[in-house]
Each structure stands twice: as structure tokens, then as C-alpha cells.
């Protein structure tokens, strides 16, 4: 048992004082004279109306009753049609997204948010307030809190995460913490469209507090960079959603020193778009492009990219087993099956699953080698033994059964074996290599199958200096051992941002730009950028919507009044207390 | 008990009082109060012509002598008063002193009545008994004395006013009530208008205890009238107070007036006076005693 008001208990000096005023209070006297003549003349004045006798010889009766009838009357919680929902529950729900950054006049949409909200709490000192902030996974920062300065500290605490609102996850939030008490729900964001409520949720007000007016953008729409045989090249794509002209320059700068490597101007009509191309960029592993121009919304004036191997097409070899290309299906990638003609003309911008030995010497991304072409298998038996290698952290094999194997290469690096007969190699380029066809093992019928096949995938693509790409705060599992230093996470200045125990955890950072991976002592580029709807900044009129489902009209709170007429029940207590004094005890 | 209530000392300074009247009616018997007609005693009236019829006793020879007419002299006639005490018995005499009070009064009036030779009567009563005492002479001073102070606590029931008649014996001189008059007006009227044909010279002497007088009770008292039993409860105030002073002068007012009207005489004495001062003064001045 808890109790939210225990300030409150100074009241107890109420019943206390009454209690004590029991205990000191006169006795009747009672006196023997020789004649009530005149006393009761003196009372007789006051008896006069038969209504007033009846009620000063019940009165008693009346007070009780008449008390009794008010704590009725209390219970049936009374209240006054009142403008906001006055349940003592305010709940601010945040945009936070980058689009909160751009600029109206003098603040940003997320400072003049932080304004209304601290407006509004002062307003309603002592009420709960609860704080949510919007994104893929929206978090409380305040549940319930009525301390004000808890509520302007953790308001001016608020900051941007530059990930996308997806404010419909936020409302089903709040739908769970108000769903029994309901609630005045104030959302602030760009603009929320009104059709979201459409199953609103009875006793939970809403306000949305949109951006009202047009802001001045200009965003980079895309940026898109790839290595060429001697070069790099890039394709800019610029947008104009503001209704003048707008006119600037756009650099692009080597993304992880910052130097100046070419600059365009531009100019784009209005609501208009403009490519702009680059070349003879170097060969660089991340670029950074920046827009100067004259704009509301500067977040999006810049952008950033981390070049390397992202493909998501693999071709698997059409010779091989068809659950082997079923398991990269499941595992979301493109997956196409080719001839070995296919497969070379593929080479450098697909992943090869192939059973051909040749392909280890050709083209310069790695290969996942599933057989051998150009050997014979021979008879097995045992357990599969793996080594402390990535590839195994999610997939384990030791019940996989595996009938024959092919001949091991030589020198190559041998991951896991049975009998002590290499199972799987990795080769130096990085080509992974399993030593047996899948038709002779049950291996598919093992969960650990495709979850093998997505280790490979990931630690194929890994042998570049690239960690990926990924959306502010973007939850991703990246494939790295289990040593005992986990992951860091480093800005290009070598500032220190984050570490994670183990890549399943990995959280991308929340600003745009490029960041170091640390990983066991190898170090990726990895970039963040804002994702495409975040680059504009939308705008709309407030609004407000009531409690009824099907009413989207404004609908009155309630202002519960119970509480007044605690006093006249006060009142007639004492007045009761007066009367009994008087009247004595009924003999 | 009984030296306290009427000390000797008291009766002592009571001897020069006599109680006065202008009533006509006396008794029969040899007293020591002068009557309007002529009488027996020695002092000497005047002289009157004699006419046949006169007893031939009464002329007076010396005069006959000198003046050759026959004069009748006559002597001034001195007869007893029958004076009549009736003491309220109710139960509100009994509270605050004022039962001991009008004994002291009702033996006081008997002893300046006995001392001047007259016929004192004296009557009360209690639910279970009349009290009725009558002597003549100042002998009895003593007896008298004893008779009223061995009364007990006043129990009787019922208005004093109704019973009066009842116990007042005929052909009185004077006839003192002694009682603290809170009653009803109309009940007094009744009283009053009857009483003319009993007796020619009646007093009445209304008994006020000091906190009648001046209510002192504080917070919230319940009152008990100790004759009906009703009661009255009362939150002491300024005001009530005020109120109810002015109730009982008003009904004081009212009695006094009523008696006026049917010739009754009346007056106040206040237990706080004492005994002593109420006959000196009080009643001197009021023409009473002398």
C-alpha cells in the first residue's frame, strides 16, 4: 500500500481537533430552580413557527440526513463541464525526429514545442504529467509525474533522434497507459494528420500541436556515390519544396577528414528538382555532401555516404541444391539462380553461391563455395566440431548430421571439422567454403541452416571496410565474435559514442553522419542518414479532438467538483455536533 | 437548629415594633390595640349628653355635680388583633435559602404580634398534613417559635395560589401570605379577586433569592422547575440573561399592579437583606409596623 498525497495527512488535524473538542467539551448542567417561568418565556420567542419547532426538535435528524445526502451526492462525483480534460493526466507525446529541427523564425519546431509543454505544465502544477517521445521505439521519459521541476527538467532535456516519428506507435503507447483513466493527450510534431484517429480511443483528448506555416526547405533528395575503375562518382538529386527559387552551392568533402573535393552552384525553381553529377572523385571510402543555402531546415542540407559492397542480389549456382537458394529467399535477398556464364558476368556486383572452384581465383568480392566441382566426396563420421568463429555465434551445427566431405585446400583456414576433416574453410580473399553438398547432409532440416546461411552473407560482405548503412537509432544485428570487448562506436573525430557487448544489440547512432566501427581492433565506416521522409518538414493546422470515437467534434472535460461540497458536509457535522451539545443525549 | 433560624437577639429588637392597621374589624377579645369605638379600657375618651337608654354606670357624678346634666363618660376601647401568617409550602420556597427566610419572617411577624397581645394564627401545609396554630399572648413567643421552625422542607404539590383560600380562617385583621409569587398572573388574579371578602388588610410578602435576582449560571445550563418538572434548556448569554431580568420585573410589575388594584398590599423581600432589615426596614417603611 503506497499513498500519493501523503502531504496531505496535515488534514488529520480536522478530525482531531473535533475529537478533542468532544473530549473537553462542557456537561450539561443541570439545575434545579424554582420556576422555568421566565427561561421559558425567553425560549418561547424562538419556538413561534410550527416549522421552525418541527425542525429545531428534528434537527438532528435533518443534519444527518442532510449530510448523509451530500456524501451521496460526492460519491456520484459531480462535475462541471470544463474546457480540457481535468483527470490530472497530461500526456506530451514528442516528435523527435529530425524534422523537429527545422527552424520558424527565431526557434526550432522542437524549442517552441518545448515552450507550449512548459506553459502547459505550469498551467497544471501538480497534475501527473507523462513525457513520450516518438520513433520506431517510443520511450517514456516520464510516467506520471507531478513534481514540477522533475517535468521542466526532463522538458529541457528533450533532444532530437533524428529517427522517423512513426507516431502511430507512439498513440497505441499511449492508448496503453491511458486506456483506464483516460487523458489529455498533446501531441507535437510537424503535422499529424487527423484521419489517424480515426478509432480514438473514449476518454483520451487529444491536442495536436502541428507546424503551421510553410517552411523554406531545400533538401539533398539523394546522394549517391560508386567506385569506378579509377574513381569515384556521384549523383546528387535536390529539392526544392519551398514555393520561390532557390539558389545555392553544394561541396562534396571527403567524409572522414572533411576536405573540400569539388563544388557546384545551383539554383531550382520553385517546388522543383535538380541533378547535379560528379566525377573524378577519388577512390574514397565515405563522402560527405553539403548544401549551403538558404533554408529553414538545415539537417537535411547534408548528407552522407560509406561506399562498398552493398549488395543485396546473390546468384546461387542453378547446379546446386534448391533448398540452398529457398534459404537465402528466407533470409530477404534477392536471389536469382544462373548459369556459370551468368555467375561471371555477375561477378562484381552480386554475391556467388556456386559449387565451381574457379570462381575463388575470379573477380575480388568473396564467394560462398557450397561442393566441389572438381573433386569426389568421401564417407564421414562424427561431430561437428567449430571453431570460436563468427559464423557460429548464432548458428550452432554439432547435431548436424554430414554423411561425406570433400578433400580440404591447402591453406586455407579451417572453421569447423568433423572427424578432424575440415567441414568449412575460410580463404584468405574470404571466400567460405563448406565441404560437402547439402544433399548429403539433414543440415536443412536444422533451424541453424539459414542462420548459417545469413552468417555467411554478413561476414561475405564484411570483408570490406564497410559496416553498412543505416536510419537514425536503426536496431540492427551485425555479425561480430563474441569477444570479450564487444563493438565501439566512434564519429570520424574519434569521439566516443557507444559500445555494445555483442552485435545483436547494435543500435545505429541517432545523428546523421559517418561513424567508426571498432571491431576486435578492425576498423568499418559505417553511415548514418536521415531517412527520405524525414527530409521534408510538413506542415498543417492544429487541432483538437474529443474522446468519442465517432465524434471529432470538440468535446468538454470534465471538472470534478466533488471535492466543494466536502465542506459543507464539514459544516453540517459541526452544526450536528452544536445540536447534540445543546440537546444533550436522547433519554 | 432552632436557635439559628430566629435567635433570641432577633426577637430582642423586634419587641419595640407593632404592627399597624387601619382595618376596622377586630376581635372580640381585650387587646392592646385602640378601637374607633368606646370601650372598657382606662383611658379616657370624652364626655357625651346623657340619654335615656345610657347605663346609668357610666355618668359621671362630678360632672352632673358642677353642671346639673347627666354626661355619659366614656373610655376609649383597646381590642386584640387577629393576625393571620400563611406560608407558601410549595416546593420552589425550598430552594436558595428562601424556606429559612420566610420562617424567619413568618416567626418575626408572629412574635411582634404575640408581644403586642394579639391572636396569632399561623397555617401551612404539606401534601400529607395541614398545619394550622393559633395562640394569643405574648407567652407564647417561644411556642410559637418552636411550632415553625419544626416545619419541614416545603414538599407540597400544586399551585400556592389555588390553596390559599382553603387554609385562611375567617374574620382576620390581618392576614400576611408570605410567598415568592411565581405563579401564573391569571392564577394570582383569581386569588385576589376572592380575597377582598375574607380579610380587609392583606399583605403579602414575595420571597426573592439573590440568584433569582441576578441569574450567575455560566455555559449551557438545563433547568428543572422544581414544582411542574418541566425543562428548560438554556445557552447562558447576555441577551437571555437581559431577557429573562426583564421577564421577571415585568411579571413583578404585572403582580404588584394586580394586587394594587384589589387593595392587597405587597412587597418585596430579598434573602440577601436578612430577616433583621426586612422588618426595619422594609416593612417600616411600608407602613406595616411601627
Known amino acids: 500500500m503506497g499513498f500519493d498525497q501523503i502531504s496531505n495527512a496535515w ?39 410550527p416549522y421552525l419547532k418541527n425542525l429545531q426538535r428534528n434537527a438532528l435528524f435533518y443534519l444527518q440526513m442532510a449530510a448523509l445526502l451530500l456524501l451521496l451526492f460526492i460519491l456520484l462525483r459531480p462535475y462541471l463541464p470544463k474546457d480540457t480534460v481535468a483527470d490530472g493526466h497530461t500526456i506530451f507525446v514528442v516528435d523527435s525526429s529530425a524534422s523537429m529541427a527545422a527552424y520558424d523564425g527565431e526557434l526550432s519546431l522542437l524549442e517552441k514545442s518545448k515552450g507550449k509543454m512548459r506553459e502547459i ?19 517514456l521519459l516520464l510516467r506520471e509525474e507531478s513534481d514540477e521541476r522533475v517535468i521542466m527538467a526532463s522538458i529541457d532535456g528533450l533532444d532530437l533522434n533524428y529517427e522517423h516519428e512513426h507516431l502511430g506507435r507512439s498513440l497505441d503507447f499511449v492508448k496503453s497507459i491511458a486506456s483506464q483513466a483516460g487523458a489529455d493527450v498533446h501531441i507535437f510534431t510537424d503535422y499529424f494528420d487527423r484521419s489517424a484517429f480515426i478509432d480514438s480511443e473514449s476518454g483520451i483528448s487529444w491536442t495536436v500541436h502541428n507546424n503551421e506555416q510553410l517552411l523554406n526547405n531545400v533538401a539533398i533528395g539523394k546522394f549517391g556515390a560508386i567506385h569506378i575503375a579509377d574513381g569515384t562518382e556521384a549523383i546528387v538529386k535536390l529539392l526544392n519544396q519551398s514555393i520561390q527559387e532557390q539558389s545555392g552551392t553544394v561541396s562534396v568533402h571527403n567524409g572522414l577528414t572533411g576536405d573540400k573535393l569539388a563544388e557546384q552552384e545551383f539554383s ?31 539537417v537535411d542540407n547534408d548528407a552522407f555516404i560509406v561506399i562498398g559492397n552493398e549488395s543485396s542480389e546473390v546468384i546461387v549456382d542453378n547446379q546446386l541444391h534448391e533448398l540452398v537458394k529457398r534459404a537465402f529467399e528466407a533470409i530477404g535477398l534477392t536471389v536469382s539462380s544462373g548459369s556459370v556464364n551468368e555467375m561471371t558476368s555477375a561477378l562484381n556486383h552480386a554475391m556467388i553461391v ?15 563455395l557450397i561442393g566441389r566441382n572438381d573433386s569426389t566426396t568421401e564417407p564421414v563420421s562424427g561431430v561437428v566440431e567449430t571453431t570460436n568463429d563468427a559464423l557460429f555465434t548464432i548458428a550452432s551445427m554439432h547435431d548436424v548430421y554430414i554423411s561425406a566431405l570433400y578433400p580440404a585446400f591447402d591453406g586455407f583456414s579451417t572453421l569447423a571439422t568433423i572427424d578432424g576433416k575440415p567441414f568449412i574453410q575460410r580463404s584468405p580473399r574470404g571466400d567460405i567454403i563448406i565441404l560437402t553438398d547439402i544433399g548429403l547432409t539433414d543440415w536443412p532440416l536444422h533451424p541453424s541452416f539459414p542462420l548459417f546461411i545469413w552468417s555467411s552473407v554478413e561476414m561475405l560482405r564484411s570483408g570490406s571496410e564497410i559496416a553498412g548503412t543505416f536510419t537514425p537509432n536503426e536496431r540492427k544485428a551485425l555479425l561480430t565474435g563474441s569477444g570479450p570487448e564487444g563493438i565501439e562506436i566512434f564519429t570520424v573525430d574519434d569521439k566516443y559514442i557507444a559500445s555494445y557487448e555483442a552485435g545483436g544489440n547494435f543500435v545505429a547512432p541517432s545523428k546523421p553522419g559517418i561513424y567508426k566501427l571498432l571491431d576486435r581492433g578492425v576498423e568499418k565506416y559505417l553511415s548514418v542518414q536521415l531517412e527520405p521522409i524525414e527530409k521534408s518538414v510538413a506542415y498543417g493546422p492544429g487541432y483538437r479532438l474529443g474522446a468519442g470515437p465517432l465524434n471529432e467534434a470538440e468535446q468538454e472535460g470534465k471538472q470534478m467538483i466533488g471535492w466543494l461540497f466536502l465542506l459543507p458536509v464539514l459544516l453540517l457535522l459541526v452544526i450536528e455536533w452544536e445540536v447534540q451539545r445543546r440537546r444533550g443525549y436522547p433519554n | 437548629m432552632s436557635g439559628e433560624l430566629f435567635p433570641d437577639r432577633l426577637s430582642k429588637r423586634l419587641g419595640a415594633l407593632s404592627i399597624v392597621t387601619r382595618a376596622r374589624r377586630l376581635g372580640h377579645h381585650k387587646g392592646t390595640h385602640r378601637s374607633s369605638k368606646t370601650g372598657t379600657s382606662l383611658d379616657f375618651s370624652d364626655f357625651r349628653e346623657y340619654h335615656p337608654g ?46 429559612d427566610f420566610a420562617r424567619q419572617l413568618a416567626i418575626g ?17 404539606s401534601p400529607s398534613q395541614n398545619y394550622f396554630f393559633r395562640k394569643k399572648g405574648a407567652l407564647h413567643r417561644s411556642s410559637f417559635s418552636k411550632y415553625v421552625e419544626q416545619l419541614q422542607e416545603p414538599v407540597s404539590e400544586g399551585e400556592f395560589a389555588d390553596q390559599v383560600l382553603k387554609h385562611v380562617p375567617k374574620a382576620m385583621t390581618v392576614l400576611f401570605i408570605i410567598t415568592d409569587g411565581l405563579e401564573q398572573l391569571d392564577k394570582w388574579e383569581r386569588l385576589f379577586r376572592r380575597m377582598p371578602g375574607i380579610c380587609k388588610d392583606i399583605r403579602i410578602l414575595t420571597i426573592h433569592s439573590p440568584i433569582e435576582e441576578i441569574p450567575t449560571y455560566d455555559g449551557d445550563v438545563r433547568f428543572v422547575d422544581v ?34 388594584k384589589y387593595g392587597i398590599q405587597l412587597l418585596r423581600a430579598e434573602v440577601s437583606d436578612g ?11 411600608a407602613g406595616w409596623l411601627r
Open chain 2, 109 to 125: 411577624l408572629g412574635h411582634i404580634a404575640l408581644k403586642s397581645g394579639d391572636t396569632v394564627s399561623f397555617s401551612t401545609w
Open chain 1, 354 to 368: 556456386t559449387n565451381e572452384t574457379s570462381f575463388l581465383e575470379e573477380g575480388s568480392e568473396p564467394i560462398l
Open chain 2, 54 to 99: 345610657d347605663d346609668l354606670r357610666h355618668i359621671d357624678w362630678n360632672v352632673f355635680a358642677r353642671t346639673d346634666k347627666p354626661f355619659i363618660k366614656q373610655f376609649l376601647d383597646e381590642q386584640e388583633m387577629r393576625v393571620h401568617i400563611l406560608l407558601d409550602s410549595t416546593k420552589s420556597m425550598g430552594i436558595d435559602g428562601k424556606w
Open chain 1, 11 to 49: 488534514t488529520a488535524i480536522f478530525p482531531l481537533a473535533v475529537l478533542l473538542y468532544y473530549f473537553f467539551r462542557k456537561k450539561y448542567v443541570t439545575t434545579t430552580i424554582s420556576s422555568t417561568l421566565f427561561w421559558e418565556r425567553s425560549m418561547r420567542e424562538t419556538k413561534v413557527s
Open chain 2, 227 to 260: 414544582e411542574s418538572g418541566s425543562v428548560v434548556e438554556v445557552s447562558i448569554s447576555q441577551r437571555i440573561v437581559k431577557d429573562y431580568k426583564e421577564k421577571k420585573m415585568q411579571h413583578e410589575a404585572a403582580l404588584m399592579v394586580l394586587a394594587k
Open chain 1, 121 to 139: 505544465a505550469k498551467e497544471r502544477a501538480g497534475e501527473s504529467i507523462s513525457i513520450i517521445t516518438t520513433g520506431k521505439e517510443p520511450s
Open chain 2, 275 to 285: 430577616a433583621m432589615d426586612s422588618f426595619t426596614k422594609k416593612m417600616r417603611h
Open chain 1, 268 to 298: 531550382i525553381d520553385q517546388e522543383g528538382e535538380a541533378l547535379l553529377s560528379f566525377k573524378d572523385l577519388p577512390k574514397l571510402p565515405a563522402f560527405h555532401l553539403h548544401m549551403e543555402v538558404e533554408d529553414d531546415y538545415k
